[in-house]
């Protein structure tokens, strides 16, 4: 049907200041963790502009989420809330600590979490919220923050798409739970190739999350009994992880972040464009943020309204036949088999998740996108569903 190469669903824009951060890195000697990974977090903790912010790198956002929940001491008999339209990377390390997840259902306005089935599902064996800011819209994080102090539970959010995002004009990420993480993944608002960072004012919790980054290595440990610690010293306190983030990629989120401002307002951009020209169509198109917020539009997802005359799957393989990659975001978690497996999940406990997953596609969105591709997608959406 198209002459025209295929269009990714999402490519990252890398520049040559970043190639030459990364030519200078492999340069150096030092490719593993060493100064750039710690210019990159105090850069990042620059661009939070928090007082008392620790940034800690990490090699995934997996990474981070599963160390901040170690460092709240999330362990076995414990039970954590989450939202079933999300990755499996938000609950799974859940079960790595050998905790339990329990699964809510999201606002079908805004597919985020939905507060008052959070409050809901909160049982005595309740230790934790893990809201998830989907496609980059942040969820109602007072509601939730509200909820937590009531019940005196542990907020971490999962921030993988909400880079930059706001909510009453705060960066996501000084909001007051104990811990946010962001990812860097190929795909995300900004990239390392693979990477992330957790976030905190917890001053134990960031104390923790360092040791446990590698290897559950302190070199603190030996400062209770000696002033001066030779620099082979180390000692070994817990059974840690491998998750700490390399320079070769701190090189690039060096300039990735550099960059953030100007990626978040050419992807506003593109998502006003897909908003004036889908206006007319049987679709619902994505929540906008409050007056005054900041959208990160990670994500960019159509919803298919019941008067539109074709089905989802239908409809991806109509882009595809046009030449452009889409995506779905999620397959819930309650329709995966180890997730429903394991809880006895049912679609009916989750209807405004189960109907996003049946009418959502997410369209491409993405800085290295060209408004002739902005316009190809535009084309391609309207034909399908005008039936040319
Ligand atoms: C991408 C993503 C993650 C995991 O990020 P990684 O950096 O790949 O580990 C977690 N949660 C959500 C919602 C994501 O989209």
Wanted: with cysteine.
């Amino acid at each position: 049907m198209s002459a025209q190469p295929f269009l990714p669903f999402a490519l990252p824009e890398i520049g040559e200041e970043e190639i030459a951060e990364v030519v200078d890195t492999l340069r150096s000697g030092w490719v593993t963790t060493g100064p750039k990974a710690k210019r990159f977090e105090q850069a990042f903790a620059e661009f939070l502009a928090e007082p008392q912010i620790e940034c800690i790198a990490v090699n995934s956002a997996t990474a981070g989420l599963h160390l901040a929940l170690e460092a709240l001491g999330i362990g076995p008999g414990d039970e954590v809330i989450t939202t079933t339209h999300t990755f499996t990377a938000t609950a799974e390390v859940v079960r790595y600590l050998g905790a339990d997840v329990v699964l809510v259902d999201i606002d079908p306005a805004t597919l985020n979490i939905d507060p008052k089935l959070v409050e809901a599902a909160i049982t005595p064996r309740t230790k934790c919220i893990v809201p998830v800011h989907y496609a980059g819209l942040a969820v109602d994080m007072l509601a939730i923050l509200d909820i937590a102090r009531k019940h005196g539970l542990r907020v971490v959010e999962d921030a993988a798409h909400a880079l930059p995002t706001t909510l009453e004009r705060e960066l996501i990420g000084t909001m007051g739970s104990d811990a946010t993480v962001f990812s860097f993944y190929a795909n995300k608002t900004m990239t390392t190739g693979e990477g992330g960072m957790l976030v905190t004012r917890n001053a134990e919790l960031a104390k923790r999350a360092r040791v446990m980054r590698l290897h559950g290595m302190n070199r603190d440990a030996f400062d209770r009994f000696t002033a001066k610690v030779p620099s082979w010293y180390y000692e070994i306190v817990a059974p840690g992880f491998k998750y700490n983030l390399t320079d070769i990629a701190a090189a690039l989120g060096l300039h990735q972040l550099k960059r953030l401002p100007a990626f978040q307002q050419r992807r506003e951009q593109i998502a006003e464009v897909y908003n004036e020209a889908f206006a007319d169509l049987p679709l619902i198109l994505p929540p906008a943020a409050p007056e005054g917020d900041v959208h990160s539009w990670h994500l960019y997802v159509l919803r298919l309204a019941d008067a539109a005359e074709i089905e989802r799957d239908a409809f991806i393989e109509a882009m595809f036949a046009r030449g452009i990659g889409c995506s779905v975001h999620y397959i819930p978690l309650h329709l995966q088999p180890y997730w429903r497996d394991r809880y006895g999940l049912t679609p009916e406990q989750f209807p405004h998740s189960q109907k996003a997953y049946e009418r959502t596609v997410s369209i491409p969105l993405y800085t290295a996108m060209t408004d002739a591709d902005v316009q190809r997608v535009i084309a391609a959406v309207r034909g399908i569903l005008l039936g040319d």
